[in-house]
Structures are given as structure tokens and as C-alpha cells.
């Protein structure tokens, strides 16, 4: 494999075949020279710096600009504007330049929103600025007294590998099938396809109306997203899969970042093949890859969502996220940049989607009490999962929670996040004293009972793959089917001259807050738990629960709502 290296601003831009794009920053404790005097080389590390800047007017212009009923609704800015408004002043930038170049730190990079900066510094240099323990397994980083006030938080950035798959056997997970219990509709599909017993495309698009919408021509067009993923995915799979279900081939892409090693999981097939599914005319679908669960290079792959020099020149409308982990997890610092990079977003106009996890209620916080993050922020929208069978025509019969015993719909109440305004009111009595509640919606999501029908490699070694015919699922099947939904509902508004739909959150809770059009437009999951059996701690109950949130979307009521009733409006 040829590789041809393009160093710009301090990463590394590695073009491979296939379309990917491979983003490396110098790894820790590789061998450089301060500067050009041929100097003795010195080991150096990655920093994540955090700029002063206005998050609180931030915040309120996100308010403003995602609220319905407000007179700014969908007056989004460029990233530029974002930058100018509510980053540093120029003179706060300069002067940390003027620093860190003191001190010999290079290879800088100012952030997309103009609050973030990376750099790279020797390792003396960094244990004497900034707390740096060489070896140690955590740190616990300062801010020089040169850059009080002026930096709020730092990240030590590293490429070395946090997986290791050297020793992975392609035969370590069992492939899945679905079971076929209960009715499973009228599948279609090649043979290979239909055989893996799990609901095929044209089940769940008819399950939750998105077939009618692709009727009408909304089919993702002139709509982009982006995946957040640990893994890139096989061309040759997705080839297979579209070709199976007669899906036009997408303008895909990948983005590798060098967090974690790349391994072959069907996840990654998973995540694009559902929702190039759900949107098969998408104007650009780019995967983001070599992303871990938590950890600085979470932060920094947001901030390079951000970037759109990494995406033809343009941003992406909705980002989707399988990732994720218990709030208490991340750190301070991660969790304030993290909370940054989705305001700018929204005030950019773009959609967040995560999963809820896979744990049930507050089961990704062992030992301690949280929600899932970032779910449980209130710039993203949480995806839990339900269980659900069909009749002969393809339309639900039941939804309830998705819990098969060792796995079940994320949810909970955050430990660090207060509630929203949107979850207020006497709807959610029951939640009384309880902070920001997890998810908001959720869809099918059972792995196995009886699953999603996707092509890709079992669990292994990323160049030699075992590609196979599955079934996959989680709320890592909710949340890019979420995402696929939200783009046909962009390309609807766009069309129609109306913004595009940003952070959702406030929209969707307004319009379930109506006890009419919350019977039209939802799905409300009133069977099964996620943990406990009260509402409190995960059982299901009419309306919002804990477990699935509002409940499942009908896409195309959803469509036909807000074609009468724009947004903004």
C-alpha cells in the first residue's frame, strides 16, 4: 500500500486508497527537533488546549436559536462567526502564541471555533508548564501562571493505541441470527440477506413511516452527515449490503484518527449501512474513525467534526455517535470542552445523536451514579432502543423496552446536568429532584429478537476480515437510524426555505407536550423496564419514561406536522 503524507498545520493528512483520510497527530514520546537548528531531538507530547471564551452567551444564543416559539429560531451562524463572537479576543490568541512559542512549543492549530488549540511540546518542557508525569498512568495537568486566565483547560493528546488486537481471533464473538420469535413481517431482500432472520430495510423503513417519505422523493438529498466511530468500515461490505437491498452506492468517506488501533467490528458497517438506509441520497456520509468511548481524543475528534476542511468545505447537518460512556468518567476539562464543541454546533445548526448505551438504567456507571454521557447533555439527543415485532404488512404490532437480560435500553437521570426547561412541568412529575433525564426517543434496537439484517466482518484483525451475514443492533442502531431520520425531515424544511433543525431537543419535547399531536406523531412505549419496576428507576409508563424517553417518532405524521407547522413559524 502506497501511503502519500501531507504534514498541514501540524498534523499529518495520510491519503489511502478507497477514500481515506487518515489524520495523525506526532505521536507521544516520537523524536523531533525544537525547531530548524538542528538542536538535539527531544521526546515530545500532544497538547488539547482550552481557550478563555464566552460560553455563557454561547449558551443563551444556542437557547435562543433552538426554542420554537423564539424570534431568533434557525438564525444559525458560519464557524467563522461562532469564532469572532464568542471565542477569545485576538489579542488573548496572540499572546498565547507569543508563549507557548517562547518555550519552544510548535506545531500550533487554533481550533474551528476559535477556542481550542493544539500543540506539541518536549517533554521537559511540558513537565515544567504543565504537571506533565512521563509513564504515569493518569494526569492530572496545570496551567502555567503565563496562561491564567488566558487557558481554562488542558488535554494531553496521544496516538498510542489503547486496543490491542493483535491476538484477536476472527472466530472471539458468535455471529448473530435473529431467532424469529413473534411476528416478523414480510422481509425483502437477497437470500443471504433475508436469511440472517433479522428485519430487512423495507421491514423498518414501513415500521416507522419512512418509506413514505422516501415516496415523496425525501430521500436525504442535499443533506450531510457525520459518523463518530472506533473503527472504519469495509468498502467491500457495504458494497455486498447495498447491492442485497438495491440502496444507490453513497459518496462516503472516512477520516482516521490514530486514539485507538483499527480493528474489524460490524458495528461500523452497522452504523453507515443503516443510515444510508434510512437516507440512500445523502450528499456525503463521513465517518470519523479510531474514536475511543472517552478520553481527550473524544474532545478533539468533536472539535474536527467541526472542521470542514476535513468534509469538502462544508459541515456536516447531523453527527451520530455510538460512543459514549458514564458521565463520572470524563473529567472536568473534557466534559467543559465537550459541552463547547456541541453548543458551537448547534449554534452552526447541527444535530447530535447518541446512543443511550447498552446497560440499562444507569448501568454505564459501575460503582457510582450518572447517565450516560453525552447523552445526558442537553445539546445532544439520546437514542434508546426498544423491542418490536410486525404484522405481515410491516407495521408495528408492539414496541416495548429493548431488554434481553444482559442488555437493555440506557437511561437515567444525569448526576451532573440540571433539567431543562423542555422537561419541565407536570409531565414529569414522577421525576421529581431528578436532574436532565436520558434518552429522549428510541427505536428497534434488539440484537437478536430478531435483530437488523447488516453485512460486515466478525470480531478481528482490520485487514484480514471475516465479512458475514448478521444480525447487529443496541442503541447503536437506534442512533443512526435517528440520524437518518433527521436528515429526510432537514431536506423537507430546507426545500421549503425553512432552517435546518439543529439541536432538536426543544422541538421534540414542544410538540409531545401536546397531548394531541404527542398521540399523532409518537410512539408511546408503555410495556417493559430497563431496571427497576417503578418509573423512577426505569419501568415504562405512558408518555416519557426512563427507559425510551418519548417514545418512537412516526416519520412521516412527524413530516406532514412540520410541513404545516415550520419551526420558527
Keep these: 500500500m502506497n501511503l502519500k503524507s501531507i504534514p498541514i498545520k501540524g498534523v499529518w493528512r495520510i491519503f489511502l486508497p478507497a477514500g481515506i483520510l487518515a489524520i495523525g497527530f506526532v505521536a507521544l514520546m516520537l ?26 452567551d454561547l449558551a443563551a444564543f444556542v437557547d435562543q436559536v433552538s426554542t420554537p416559539s423564539s424570534q431568533s429560531y434557525g438564525q444559525y451562524l458560519s464557524m467563522t462567526e461562532i469564532a469572532e463572537q464568542f471565542g477569545p479576543s485576538p489579542e488573548v490568541v496572540q499572546s498565547i ?29 511540558a513537565e ?30 496521544s496516538s498510542t493505541s489503547s486496543t490491542n ?10 455471529v448473530s441470527r435473529g431467532d424469529g420469535e413473534g411476528p416478523t413481517g414480510t422481509p425483502e431482500g437477497c437470500k443471504a440477506g433475508v436469511d440472517t432472520g433479522g428485519f430487512t430495510p423495507n421491514q423498518w423503513l414501513t415500521a416507522y413511516g419512512i418509506d413514505k417519505l422516501h415516496e415523496k422523493g425525501m430521500t436525504g438529498k442535499g443533506i450531510r452527515v457525520a459518523i463518530l466511530n472506533s473503527n472504519p468500515w469495509h468498502a467491500e461490505a457495504l458494497k455486498t449490503y447495498t447491492e442485497c437491498f438495491s440502496i444507490p452506492d453513497p459518496n462516503s468517506h472516512i477520516v482516521q484518527f490514530p486514539f485507538a488501533k483499527p480493528f474489524s467490528y460490524i458495528e461500523s458497517e452497522m452504523d453507515i449501512e443503516i443510515i444510508i438506509t434510512a437516507a440512500p441520497d445523502l450528499e456525503r456520509v463521513t465517518t470519523f474513525s479510531g474514536v475511543s468511548n472517552i478520553g481527550p481524543g473524544v ?72 447517565a450516560n454521557y453525552p447523552p445526558s447533555s442537553h445539546y445532544v439527543t439520546g437514542a434508546g432502543g426498544t423491542s418490536m415485532t410486525l404484522f405481515h404488512s410491516n407495521e408495528i404490532e408492539s414496541q416495548t423496552v429493548w431488554n434481553d437480560d444482559s442488555e437493555s435500553s440506557g437511561g437515567g437521570p444525569s448526576s ?40 460486515g466482518p466478525t470480531f478481528g484483525p482490520f485487514d484480514n476480515p471475516n465479512l458475514v451475514w448478521s444480525t447487529g443492533g443496541g442503541t447503536s442502531a437506534s ?52 431496571g427497576g419496576d417503578t418509573v423512577r428507576t426505569g419501568k415504562a409508563t ?28
Excluded at 422541538?507 to 409518537?522: G, T, V
Design 299 to 370: 474532545v478533539y475528534v468533536h472539535a474536527a467534526v467541526l472542521d470542514a476542511s476535513l468534509m469538502g468545505n462544508t459541515l456536516p447537518h447531523v453527527v451520530s455517535s455510538s460512543g459514549g460512556d458514564c458521565e463520572m468518567d470524563f473529567t472536568d476539562d473534557e466534559i467543559a470542552l465537550l459541552e463547547h464543541l456541541f453548543m458551537a454546533g448547534c449554534a452552526a445548526g447541527i444535530t447530535y445523536v447518541e446512543s443511550s448505551g447498552d446497560m440499562g438504567f444507569l448501568g454505564e456507571c459501575v460503582g457510582s451514579s450518572g
Design 31 to 56: 523524536s523531533c527537533s525544537s525547531d530548524s537548528h538542528n538542536e538535539p531531538a527531544c521526546d515530545t507530547v500532544q497538547m488539547f488546549l482550552g481557550l478563555d471564551r464566552k460560553d455563557g
Design 479 to 530: 442512533a443512526p437510524l435517528l440520524a437518518g431520520i433527521v436528515a429526510l425531515l432537514n431536506q423537507q424544511l430546507i426545500a421549503e426555505g425553512n432552517p435546518a433543525l439543529g439541536c432538536i431537543n426543544p422541538l421534540l419535547y414542544k410538540i409531545a407536550s401536546d397531548p394531541e399531536q404527542y398521540n399523532k406523531l409518537f410512539w408511546d412505549i408503555t410495556d417493559g423496564t430497563n
Design 97 to 125: 502564541l507569543e508563549f507557548v512559542e517562547r518555550y519552544g512549543i510548535d506545531e500550533t492549530e487554533l481550533g474551528p471555533t476559535g477556542a481550542t488549540l493544539t500543540c506539541k511540546a518536549c517533554v521537559e518542557t
Design 542 to 569: 405512558e408518555f416519557y419514561d426512563l427507559a425510551t424517553g418519548l417514545g418512537s417518532l412516526k416519520v412521516d405524521a412527524v413530516a406532514e406536522y412540520l410541513k404545516a407547522h415550520p419551526p420558527g413559524s
Design 128 to 157: 515544567m508548564l504543565f504537571c506533565y508525569k512521563p509513564g504515569a498512568e493518569s494526569q492530572s495537568l496545570c496551567i502555567p501562571s503565563g496562561l491564567q486566565g488566558k487557558v481554562q483547560e488542558v488535554l494531553l493528546l
Design 416 to 455: 451532573i446536568f440540571p433539567r431543562p426547561d423542555w422537561q419541565g412541568g407536570s409531565l414529569f412529575d414522577s421525576f421529581s429532584g431528578y436532574g436532565r433525564l436520558t434518552p429522549d426517543v428510541a427505536f428497534f434496537a434488539s440484537e437478536t429478537h430478531p435483530g437488523y439484517a447488516i453485512y
Design 165 to 174: 488486537t493483535d491476538n484477536f481471533s476472527v472466530e472471539s464473538r458468535p
